[in-house]
């Protein structure tokens, strides 16, 4: 979003839309991570728990989307191969690698609900509620990528900032098509 004040035409269909997608390549993310590192390598029981939570915010979503009759973006097939090639890709480059990818998204993830929260305002508090809650979420799983080793990545400043620009840009697109 513009960052625009509720009052001013804030538009919650594209806040919509653009979540549900974010929760959608979270979970392809985090399968792409699975496929490459099984069930028992290190940090896997932690991704895992991350995507179940992932997939709970999508499935809330996806019932707004459906409630307020919103589309989801029609670029939902390109985020699920890029998710999952970027999660595979970053769990083959290890488990600190595949948990700054997490840090990294994971911040930009807060920025973008927060201003979400101050575009809303209290014109819809489902919605802000939805984000408030996710938002606590997302911060926990980049607090929590940061504890296991997220900073200790090869190449983590360049790693960090080009998932999160990537982010930044799936973001604007996810809010227009």
């Known amino acids: 979003m513009s960052g625009a004040p509720a009052d001013s035409g804030t ?3 594209a806040m919509l ?17 699975l496929a490459v590192m ?6 896997s029981a932690e991704i895992a728990a991350m995507a179940a939570q992932e997939a709970a915010h999508r499935a809330r979503f996806d019932a707004l989307l ?3 009759g ?3 973006t029609a670029l939902q ?14 769990a083959l480059a290890g488990p ?23 575009a809303l305002g209290d014109t819809d508090p489902e919605l802000a509620g939805l984000i408030d809650e996710f938002r606590s979420d997302e911060r926990a799983h980049r607090e929590a990528a940061l504890a296991a080793g997220a900073e200790q990545a090869p190449l983590y400043p360049l790693v ?17 098509i």
Do not use: K, N
Request: with cysteine; hydrophobic share 40%; net charge positive.
């Open 96 to 118: 600190a690698t595949a948990m700054a990818c997490t840090a990294a998204i994971e911040e930009e993830i807060d920025r973008h609900y927060s201003r979400q929260l101050a």
């Open 17 to 33: 839309r653009v979540d549900q997608a974010g929760e959608y390549g979270a979970t392809r993310i985090y399968a792409g991570q």
């Open 11 to 13: 538009d919650t269909a």
């Open 77 to 90: 097939p390109l985020w699920s191969v890029a998710g999952f090639a970027l999660g595979a890709a970053t």
């Open 70 to 72: 919103v589309r989801p």
């Open 160 to 176: 960090s900032a080009a998932i999160r620009l990537g982010c930044r840009i799936a973001i604007g697109l996810s809010e227009r």
């Open 38 to 43: 099984g069930t028992r390598a290190p940090r």
């Open 66 to 68: 459906t409630r307020r």
